[in-house]
């Protein structure tokens, strides 16, 4: 090798000062680790992970070039921002684990769904600042949507902080932790709503007459589209509609037959009984 060359110099991450911790790796865990990396809010050296099955961690390290292992109160003692992706009913037994490591100059970020932030403050047993996050799947495809709401010790640069982890997998929103259960209900829960939206669209489609790939591509290009135009235009939703809907024309047809199927009143109710069930779940 020449005395003259030389090795790239590594970027710099968007967050260069922060070491964060994934306890948790899992399907949201997992998802969020990858943003990080792709979006380079993070640099490989500044995360590290953890799950439950020594197996698993050395598939995760090999395929993220990230320390993935099984040990969280080490993995704890390391970061700034501990992030807690284990099942709600895991949550207690972690906390234990790393209590050591709590201190209040660490930010845990918790998505467990249903645990409130006063149970994990109470568990550290210190001023422990805690946000607890809802997202949603399409944050896989940095589509997700995501709402945060603050414990007791939260300052407001650890909510900007939050709010810009959670920007590399889609929007996200402020919430009072009061509604917590209800975003459960609407964006937690809702991908699943608007897929058996888009396969009855694709139905339809089939059933007058179009080639299912090609009614599937159409009913979900359709939502996305739609799903665009409200937030990119700002414009509500019932203009939106009534850009589409001319005298005597095609669509007021078809609305009247969602209107007499009670379309509107179902997703509400949908709604209503998913907030219900996140909200007996969180009651314990
Ligand atoms: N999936 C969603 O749509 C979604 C949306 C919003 C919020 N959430 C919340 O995200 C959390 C995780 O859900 P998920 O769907 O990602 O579940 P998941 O895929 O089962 O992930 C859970 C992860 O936790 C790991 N784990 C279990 N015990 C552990 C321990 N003691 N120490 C370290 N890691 C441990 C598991 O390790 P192994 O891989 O080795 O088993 C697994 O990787 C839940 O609290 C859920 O409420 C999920």
Known sequence: MSDDSYELPVPASVLPNLRVAILGAGKMGGILLQAFLKNNLLLPDQLVATVQHPDRALALSAQFGVNVGT??????????????????????????????????????????A???????????????????????????????????????????????????????????????????????????????????????????????????????????????????????TGYHPALLKDAVTTPAGTTVDGILALEEGGLRATLINAVKRATERARELAAG
């Open 114 to 232: 249903s645990v409130k932030t006063r149970s994990i403050e109470d568990a550290a047993g210190c001023d422990l600042a805690v946000i607890r996050a809802m997202p949603n799947t399409p944050a896989l495809l940095s589509a997700g949507a995501t709402a945060l709401c603050s414990g007791r010790f939260v300052s407001p640069e650890q909510i900007a902080l939050a709010l810009r982890i959670f920007s590399t997998v889609g929007r996200s929103v402020v919430v009072d932790e009061k509604h917590m259960d209800a975003v459960t209900g609407l964006s937690g829960s809702g991908p699943a709503f608007l897929y058996i939206i888009i396969e009855a669209l694709a139905e339809a489609g089939v059933n007058v007459g179009l080639p299912r790939d090609v009614a599937t591509m159409l009913a979900a290009q359709t939502a996305y589209g739609s799903a665009r135009m409200v937030l990119e």
């Open 71 to 112: 040990d969280n109160l080490a993995a704890a003692r390391e970061a700034d921002v501990i992030l807690l992706g284990v099942k709600p009913i895991q949550v207690p037994a972690l906390i234990a684990e790393i209590l050591p490591a709590l201190t209040p100059a660490k930010l845990l970020l918790s998505f467990a």
